[in-house]
């Protein structure tokens, strides 16, 4: 089991979000869930994609996908640090 922490900016985009589109608390729960199981997505169960050309720790190497909403993370030893969570066409600005 990993453990999963969020920075301050993801929990402002978070809640902003949710705001707007309340169905997104479920997928988020969904999405903890399944990182907290498989973020490497090993069992290629899931939408997980790891990234390539994107420094760790600033942008988040690893993206989850659910629908239009995407979750983009790292994963530090046996903690998945979640960055950014945002609808597709916003996701990857910075």
């Known amino acids: ?6 920075t301050t900016h993801f929990d402002r985009q978070l809640k902003k979000l949710v705001g707007k589109h ?4 479920a997928i988020y729960e969904d999405a903890l869930g399944v990182l907290e199981k498989d973020p490497y997505n090993i069992s ?11 420094a ?6 690893w993206r989850f996908t659910d629908g239009v909403y995407r ?3 790292d994963i530090e030893g046996k903690t998945v ?5 945002g609808d597709r066409k916003d996701a990857y600005r910075k």
Do not use: C, F, N, W
């Open 1 to 6: 089991m990993y453990k999963i922490q969020s």
């Open 44 to 54: 290629h169960a899931y939408k997980i994609k790891k990234l390539s050309d994107i």
């Open 71 to 73: 979750i983009r993370y």
């Open 56 to 61: 760790p720790a600033t942008e988040g190497i």
């Open 22 to 25: 309340p169905d997104l608390v």
């Open 81 to 85: 640090v979640l960055l950014r969570i």
